[in-house]
């Protein structure tokens, strides 16, 4: 933990705390559900502390900008952020109170010490394994000090971030990601999440399990265990044996009120056999799994340091539909990875069809500095990597369609999650994480009812509610495409 010396004007917990005025805070997050986790659960614990969250960042008293690395140019994005901030920061003197402005998140891992010297109105920075020193932190900000922490502390976040014995998780909605695990130990040559998020460590299973008992008994129905490799969990079980995500799965499907499961995300490395087990026996368990490949070429996958091969892939996903025929699958991609050719692409059109994904994400490859592949010389030129990509997300979308094509006319159990567009309108997801439009009242949020699905969109479904007895069809099975070539 680093402590600067700022001088200048008295700080904003000096004055807040001083005055009668509920003191408000406004996290703004990015990038991926670890960090709306993350941005939930600080909120939460501020909010213990004395806060009250604010939507607007104009009568905040702190701003927290929860950042992610992920993307191409990450911090200069942050420092252009900042700039819009430093102005809310004059305003708010001007009016007679201060303005605490924090940095957490990967960006804030990364850069450390260097923000609040590019950027003076920054007065904590603080890194993922440390949320929960945030009040702590603040007091000393609240003193005049510029605050870094970037450590990676011994003791449990998630302990004082969701403990186990207190009321500390706000359910915000029928559906709730829950960390489980962060960090990575697989060091693929393009991510940085190994250096940002530190190596591998899981929460023992029982204070998930009363997390998520909180969450059920607030109303949640729907629970998504998370992690950046979320299937290397290994936290403590019973009698502090290790526990698989697959043991973790069957106890948090036995938790009264919980009716779905899902969890993201995985590395195909690490789907072992409880895992597969898991989609064979639980009914809660939806069958809809995001499975990385980012290549279908070998030599890629060598390069990427991805530790399985284009036939180990294949076959996990050859042992998951032998367990759950109907799961629907979808990955990430990586276009035009350092060194690839004409023929490694191919091989990733050619995956395509043989998985057959119900959809994918997919993004040109850009060097992340600090990273192996950054400093290869072999870099694919901009132009190929757009006309790579374009062709990629061609052949994805004509699989999304045509498994969402397949969807029409059958029922399906949808968890109706909150008011839609339309006045009169719910939307829902499907057990394949489609959102589904319903014409449905508000009082069926939160409820799983029977949809007939009556059409299809790029993105969504739109159903009917069913009325009859009728049991829901459930199960599509991913379509075969013919006729597709490379
Ligand atoms: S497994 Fe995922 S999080 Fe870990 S290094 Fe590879 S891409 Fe990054």
Redesign the pocket.
Known sequence: MTYMKAGGAPRANEINRNSSRLRKVHVKSYGCQMNVYDSHRMTDLLTRDGYAETATPEDADLIILNTCHIREKAAEKVYSELGRIKKLKRQAELAGRSLTVAVAGCVAQAEGEEIVRRAPVVDVVVGPQSYHRLPALLAKAGRGVKVVDTEFPAEDKFEHLAPATTPATRARGVAAFVTVQEG?D???TF?V??YTRGAEASRPVAGIVAEVERLAAAGVREITLIG??VNAYHGDGDGGRPATLGDLLRRVAAVPGVARLRYT?S?PRDVDASLIAAHRDLAALMPQLHLPVQSGSDRILAAMNRRHSRADYLAVVERLRAARPDIALTSDFIVGFPGETEEDFRDTLRIVEEVGYAGAFSFKYSPRPGTPAAARGDQVADAEKAVRLARLQDRIDRHQAVFNAACAGRSFDVLLEKPGRLPGQLVGRSPYLQPVNVMAPSSLIGEIASVRITGVGSNSLFGALRSGPEPSQGQIQQPALAGIGA
Do not use: M, R
């Open positions: 990575c697989k060091f693929c991510c999440v190994p950046q490799n995300t590395h």
